[in-house]
């Protein structure tokens, strides 16, 4: 983990993107503090190439109705998360107060990152469902173990929340769930066609994971890995895949 343990700055970012002809990108929280939301969107404000952010807010607070209409002025503001897979309830998302905060952001248009394990599916598909018509996206394909195959509870658990057409998935974090230093292209084809064949190409989206990427060999290994996928779809199917489908669902 020593790769990135350290700061990581727009000015780090920018001359990947234009190495691999990437245009813009929306930046994602780490830190589950409103601080981090407002530097965030202070560097967007700054960095034309950040289009959209998703920060954090804390959806059980009691004043959530107040905290979140502060954010109504952050144009490139786009949504919200919250490190699910991190807590120790591992249901949290059906916690009341956390769905009476999610009613606010829905209220308020804004969109939801999800990011959970595959443990945490089951839990999920009930969350989704009561949401219909919110902007909602699995973040990395809900983490799998790639590196053991581990591929039948986790593919059905993606099938579930998959049927429910306002969620979309994020096609990223797929290397760090592998065997960092001797995955192959082959190890994450069968994951990669559950996801294309539950979602379909209108409701998936690239997502870049970095610079956590980094611990598995970094931005051009893990580009491969899509690019080398997604080279199979049409011209059109790329582009929604690639952007288009981002603009969309993050309204940017």
């Known amino acids: 983990m020593s790769v990135i343990q350290r700061d990581f700055m727009p000015a780090d970012l920018k001359p990947i993107l234009d190495k691999y002809g990437i245009d813009g990108c929306v930046v994602v929280q780490v830190d589950q503090s409103e601080a981090e939301t407002e530097f965030?969107?202070?560097?967007?404000l700054e960095n034309d190439?950040?289009?959209?952010v998703v920060g954090w807010i804390d959806l059980r607070a009691e004043d959530m109705g107040k905290r979140i209409e502060k954010y109504l002025s952050y144009v490139k503001l786009k949504g919200f998360r919250h490190v699910l897979q991190g807590e120790a309830d591992r249901a949290l998302m059906l916690n009341p107060q956390f769905m009476n905060?999610?009613?606010?952001?829905?209220r308020h248009d804004?969109?939801?990152?999800?990011?959970?394990?595959?443990?945490?599916?089951?839990?999920?598909?009930q969350f989704v469902k009561m949401f219909d018509g919110h902007r909602l996206v699995i973040d990395h394909i809900a983490k799998p173990d790639i590196k053991n195959k581990n591929i039948e509870k986790w593919e059905k658990g993606i099938r579930s929340v998959a049927q429910y057409e306002n969620v979309y998935c994020k096609v990223s974090g797929m290397i760090t769930e592998a065997d960092w230093q001797n995955w192959v292209?082959?190890?994450?084809?069968?994951?990669?066609d559950v996801i294309f064949d539950a979602f379909?190409?209108?409701?998936?989206m690239f997502g870049s994971d970095w610079p956590v990427c980094n611990v598995a060999g970094g931005y051009q290994q893990m580009l491969s890995?899509?690019?080398?996928?997604t080279s199979k779809l049409s011209a059109d199917e790329q582009a929604d895949f690639w952007g288009g489908n981002a603009v969309e669902f993050y309204k940017l």
């Open 49 to 52: 190439f950040i289009k959209g």
């Open 101 to 106: 905060g999610m009613r606010m952001l829905k």
């Open 40 to 44: 965030m969107h202070s560097l967007a």
């Open 225 to 229: 890995v899509v690019k080398n996928y």
């Open 200 to 204: 379909g190409t209108k409701r998936v």
């Open 110 to 125: 804004f969109a939801y990152d999800i990011l959970i394990f595959p443990d945490q599916l089951g839990y999920t598909c």
């Open 185 to 192: 292209l082959a190890d994450f084809t069968p994951y990669m």
